[in-house]
């Protein structure tokens, strides 16, 4: 899984075929239905790794992309989320994000071994206790799709946007930001516990939101162009 998981973050157009003859070159014995298994655990999609949805209930409301075609030209505008899966020495865990598209500023994150939905609203909560978007952007995952989840949005007037299903570009700045955390911070190091993951996660965003100068921010960081 940590081999599959630094070459997909590399190749996020690999499927079953051909990271199954990338393990093979690299002299692992192994065949399509045992990475097939391991990308299914991972929740690994056909173009991007992203945890599996839980749960096979449809959602009781669906919602449109709202981003199509919209200029973006301010702080909380629009916020977009996303999870996706940190190794550890021993096992893995989940890793939940809320960024401003305008700035590329992390609000909140959290950490969960699970993948049930309350790890998302308390992101959610943080990062309303510090202001409101007009629109709030994520994926089909069931976390987001869940009626607890979008309720609190909804109660916060804010409108919702779903990816289309499957679609990589739909919510392309989150997929961006995991690339940058997972090659600038999570394969650099060994994370032997969730309270290691949590302390160098911290560390990494901070140094993200107030010292990663972006060349798409003018070499500004998000932290500056959030509070502009």
């Known amino acids: 899984m940590r081999l599959i998981d630094e070459q997909y973050t590399k190749t996020p ?10 393990l093979r070159s690299q002299g ?11 990308m299914q655990k991972m929740g690994i999609t056909a173009i991007y790794p992203k945890p599996k949805s839980t749960g096979i209930d449809k959602p009781s409301k669906t919602y449109p992309y709202l981003l199509k075609g919209l ?13 996706t899966y940190i190794r550890l ?39 309303l206790d510090q202001a409101c978007p007009l629109i ?27 990816d289309s299903s499957g679609s990589y570009f ?10 940058s955390v997972k090659y ?14 949590w302390q160098r996660l911290k560390d990494y965003f901070n140094f993200y939101n107030q010292q990663r100068f972006h060349q798409s921010l003018n070499y500004r960081t998000p932290h500056e162009v959030y509070f502009q």
């Open 136 to 162: 709030f952007n994520n994926d089909q995952g069931s976390q987001f799709t869940a009626d607890a989840f979008t309720a609190r949005l909804q109660a916060a007037n804010i409108a919702i946007s779903w």
């Open 170 to 179: 739909d919510n392309i700045f989150v997929e961006r930001l995991w690339r």
């Open 71 to 83: 200029r973006i030209i301010r702080p909380n505008q629009v916020w977009a989320t996303d999870i």
């Open 28 to 38: 692992h014995v192994v065949n399509r239905k045992r990475v097939a298994r391991l």
């Open 13 to 22: 157009f690999y499927g079953v075929p051909r990271l199954t003859a990338w």
């Open 89 to 127: 020495n021993h096992g893995f865990v989940y890793l939940v994000a809320i960024m401003d598209w305008f700035s590329r500023y992390v609000l909140s994150w959290e950490l969960s071994n699970s993948l049930d939905v309350y790890f998302c609203l308390s992101a959610l909560d943080k990062a």
């Open 184 to 197: 600038e911070e999570v394969y650099l190091n060994d994370y032997d516990s969730l309270n290691t993951a």
